[in-house]
């Protein structure tokens, strides 16, 4: 009688324990993050971009692909394994050089860059804890972004917009050091970031990011 007793009483305590569980793993977050961006591009995707703007006979050198690139992020936590995150990104910028013969021959120096303030993604995220504050994460879902291409020069000069949406996704590992605050390190790609025709493409963009998470819960 006491062993059943027993084992009723610590089922009755499993069971409990669940929606607790599930309520500590449940609310929004915010985070930061702080890191590096990398333009998968080439002098062929400038020569193109240059050539559908009026400017023929280019020949571009890529100067910088890479640089300082951050993110801001809030999400809504359902469940211990899925939550929707959205965030502001800032994915720097691709520089370049090019000469050009037509219609007049010159030089062109300039960039191709998200436009500030405009560069937004809205994801799902599923999560696999490990315990004792480690998990691991998976993200998958869209982005819309804005670029510029400006440049300028003895063969003129260039300002031109362009919004693309895409596919967005990324990895990433979680630590929860204290009860509320955790650090992310992050890995994300943009695919196909930019216009050809008007401010340079590039296969995809990745941002590495390293920054903390504060949970509401």
């Known amino acids: 009688m006491m062993k059943q007793l027993a ?15 599930m309520a500590q793993s449940q609310g929004w977050y915010v985070g930061a993050g702080a890191g590096e961006s ?8 400038v020569d193109h971009t240059l050539g559908s703007l009026g400017f023929g006979g280019a020949s571009s050198t890529i100067n910088k ?48 860059k998200e436009k500030g303030g405009n560069g937004w993604t809205l994801d799902a995220v599923g999560i696999y804890p490990f315990g004792n504050g480690f998990s691991v994460f998976g993200r998958l879902g869209g982005y819309a972004v804005e670029t510029k291409l400006q440049a300028s020069g003895s063969a003129g000069s260039i300002d031109q917009t362009s919004t693309r949406t895409g596919l967005h996704y990324g990895v ?13 390190l992050e890995w994300e790609s943009f695919r196909h970031l930019g216009d050809a025709s008007r401010t ?14 504060y949970k509401f819960y």
Do not use: C, I
Request: negative net charge.
């Open 7 to 21: 084992l009723s009483a610590a089922v009755v305590g499993m069971m409990a324990s669940v929606p607790a569980a």
């Open 38 to 45: 990398y333009y998968h591009a080439g002098s062929g995707d």
């Open 65 to 112: 692909d890479h640089g300082f690139g951050f993110k801001l992020y809030g999400g809504y936590q359902f469940m211990p394994y899925f939550a929707v995150e959205g965030g502001y990104v800032d994915l720097h910028k691709l520089d370049f050089t090019a000469t050009v013969a037509s219609p007049t021959a010159g030089t062109l120096s300039g960039e191709s």
């Open 172 to 184: 990433g590992a979680e630590y929860d050091f204290m009860r509320n605050v955790g650090a992310r």
């Open 200 to 213: 340079v493409e590039a296969a995809n963009v990745d941002l590495w990011t390293l920054g903390l998470v």
